[in-house]
Structure formats: structure tokens, C-alpha cells
């Protein structure tokens, strides 16, 4: 499973976890319930969808331009879809995200299963009254939340970090590709001059057709480079 579809995972759940906790604590007899329960349940449910909207955020930041602006909503609500209509879009966030790819899908497993250990805890919590007394009085969840914002900030600082180098690497790389196209053009001229022979005279000519290469870090072997690189021969 993709980064984006453990993300979509997340999302869904956060909003579930806040359900739980407000039907958990509605098992508090309102006559017994102090200000501190509300204040706390409150407190848990705005930190739950801060981390929700923040993590929402960083999958349409990631999003922007890989894919149509009109549909970027849609897709990360059903994130399911995402490499369904555009197959290419794990070579694409591979390229955004470079060599903090594996780090982004990690980070978001590790917090998809703090998320779970935190909806697993809350259903613990909830199946009495004086679990519920006890849990919302000492915080039960802080600490798993704090997991979770650590998490969801690491994937903010990769992903600023990625869009910032982004523009930046594609020059670098682009410059790497066509210095090794003209190394290998010069070598096949070579090769086609050699073996051509014409009594008319003509000149073979060689032209680079394709000048873009889409490399993503995994590309450091030159047969990676060399992929989809197109040639078109002539003569003069």
C-alpha cells in the first residue's frame, strides 16, 4: 500500500476516534460531570483534527501538480482512486518527494499504527463509566498524540524541503542526462559513419529527439538514463 493510501487510512480514522471519544464520555452521568471532562474531551478532539487538517494539507501540497487541481480534493478524500486514473503517479511523487520517498511512506505507516493504537485504546477506555472518569482526569492519550504530531511534522519538513529542491534538481539532473545523451550520440555517430558507406556522397546526420528525461533517484546506472531516449538518423 502507497504512502497516500495509508494517508487516506488516517484521515478517515481521526474523525472516527472523536466520535468514540464523545460517545464515551456521554456514559459520564451529566450530574457527576465536571467542567474538567468537557474541558478534556475537548481538548483531545481539537488536538485529533489539528493533526487531521495538518495531514490533509501535506497530501494536497504533495498533490499540486501531479495531478488536475479539480480533483485534488476528491482524491484525497478517496485516495484509492489516486493510482487508478493516473498509473504514473508513483513515478511522479517519487520524483517530488526523491530520496525521502521511503521516508514519507514510513513515517506515515508508523503513524497510521500510532492511530490505530490510539482508537484501540479509546475503545478500551469507554466500555465503563469509571474507565472514562479515570482516562479523560490523566490524559490517557498524550502521549500517542504526541507520536502523531511528531510524525505528521516530519512529513511537513520533507515535503517543503522536496517542493523547495524540486525545480532545483530537475536542472541539475537534466544536465547529467544530456551530457551522457552527447557521450552516447558521439559513440553511435562513430559507429554509423564507419559502417555507412555511399557512392553519392551523403553524410550521415544524427539528432537527439528526445532532450527530457524524467530520473528519478534509483536512475544511477546508465541504462536507466539511456531508457526511452530517442534518436533520429538523416542524410545530407
Not at 495531478?67 to 498509473?87: A, K, N, T, Y
Not at 542526462?177 to 555517430?189: G, N, T
Request: charged content about 30%.
Amino acid at each position: 500500500m502507497s504512502g497516500l493510501e495509508i494517508a487516506g487510512l488516517i484521515l478517515g480514522a481521526i474523525p472516527v476516534a472523536i466520535e468514540t471519544l464523545k460517545i464515551g464520555s456521554q456514559g459520564i452521568a451529566v450530574l457527576r460531570r465536571s467542567r474538567r471532562y468537557d474541558y478534556e474531551l475537548e481538548r483531545l478532539s481539537n488536538k485529533l483534527e489539528n493533526e487531521r487538517v495538518r495531514l490533509e494539507d501535506v497530501c494536497e501540497k504533495v498533490l499540486v501538480d501531479l495531478v488536475p487541481h479539480s480533483r485534488i480534493e476528491d482524491l484525497i478524500q478517496h485516495p484509492g482512486r489516486l493510482f487508478d486514473d493516473d498509473p504514473e503517479l508513483k513515478a511522479k511523487l517519487r520524483r517530488r518527494l526523491w530520496k525521502g520517498c521511503d521516508l514519507f511512506d514510513q513515517t506515515l505507516r508508523e503513524i497510521n499504527a500510532t492511530m490505530n493504537e490510539a482508537i484501540n485504546s479509546i475503545s478500551i477506555q469507554i466500555r465503563d463509566e469509571s474507565n472514562v472518569r479515570r482516562s479523560l482526569r490523566h490524559s490517557f492519550l498524550d502521549g500517542l498524540l504526541s507520536r502523531i504530531n511528531e510524525g505528521v511534522s516530519v512529513l511537513e519538513q520533507l515535503m517543503n524541503r522536496s517542493i523547495q529542491l524540486e525545480s532545483a534538481r530537475k536542472i541539475r539532473f537534466q544536465g547529467k542526462f544530456l551530457c551522457y545523451m552527447r557521450s552516447i550520440a558521439s559513440e553511435l555517430f562513430a559507429a554509423l559513419q564507419a559502417g555507412f558507406c555511399c557512392p553519392c556522397e551523403h553524410h550521415p546526420g544524427l539528432q537527439l529527439e528526445k532532450r527530457t528525461s524524467d530520473i528519478v533517484p534509483d536512475d544511477i546506472k546508465h541504462d536507466s538514463l539511456i531508457t526511452g531516449a530517442e534518436f533520429r538518423l538523416s542524410l545530407v
